[in-house]
């Protein structure tokens, strides 16, 4: 079955920095690569998702790529302010198979003053 | 509109005894997830519903777990004879799966402490 690496597990990065965060996933079929942050406390929500048929996305501060080839997606944060310090989570499924979403195992995301 | 519901938010109960945890997802979701998070971990998956096909069982960590969803909507976790190592917060997320309804909502979760 699909599995999902992310990495790092823990990021701390200045304010106004930049923040990367990469999945590897296993399955060459899985098409649908989504984004969930968790706040501390909070239930975990949708950021932003990409499907195969594009390589990069954005909205206002964050981005997503992929990599098909290489079996690779990332997320980008940029100008990080404090509100972007939570958990982050991506994922990977295959749409119009069995629609099973296989979670990473989240990145700290520590915004430093 | 409403979102996913868990009951209850909290639940104490001592080791041994059996726990019953309730989803309710958004109305006319088809899909269904369970999730087990410990403190500063990530989710675990527990169990997948998809409409009427047989559930995905394969993230349940022993035969003490046990889900059902009745009438394709509310869905029951079973915990049998609790440990403490069952502690932890239970998350409910539910989805349109299929075409572009792909976002999980989930619940907010129920914290479960065994003593």
């Known amino acids: 079955g699909e599995n999902v690496e992310q990495h790092p597990s823990t990021l701390s990065v200045q304010e106004g920095d930049s923040a990367v965060i990469k999945c590897t996933y296993s399955?060459?079929?899985?098409?649908?690569f989504p984004w969930y942050k968790q706040e501390l406390g909070k239930r975990p929500q949708l950021i932003i998702d990409?499907?195969?048929?594009?390589g990069e996305k954005k909205d206002q501060r964050i981005a997503v790529t992929l990599n098909k080839t290489a079996k690779h997606f990332s997320l980008h944060i940029t100008e990080t302010q404090p509100e972007d310090s939570a958990v982050y989570f991506c994922?990977?499924?295959?749409?119009?198979?069995?629609?099973?979403?296989?979670f990473g195992k989240g990145t700290r995301l520590h915004i430093l003053p | 509109g409403a979102g996913v519901s868990q009951s209850p938010s909290n639940k104490v109960t001592e080791k041994g005894k059996d726990v019953e945890l309730r989803c309710d997802p958004i109305s006319g979701h088809t899909a269904l997830y369970w999730y087990r998070q410990s403190l500063g971990q990530g989710l675990e998956f527990l169990i997948y519903?998809?409409?009427?096909?047989?559930?995905?069982k394969s993230g349940l960590p022993s035969d003490r777990f046990s889900a059902e969803r009745t009438g394709g909507s509310v869905s029951t976790l079973t915990i049998q004879r609790t440990q403490q190592e069952d502690s932890a917060v239970y998350l409910c997320a539910s989805s349109l799966a299929g075409g572009e309804g792909y976002e999980q909502y989930f619940g907010p979760g129920t914290r479960l402490t065994v003593t």
């Open positions: 519903f998809q409409g009427n096909s047989a559930p995905d």
């Open positions: 990409i499907r195969s048929n594009v």
């Open positions: 994922a990977a499924s295959i749409q119009d198979r069995d629609d099973k979403i296989i």
């Open positions: 399955d060459s079929a899985s098409n649908y």
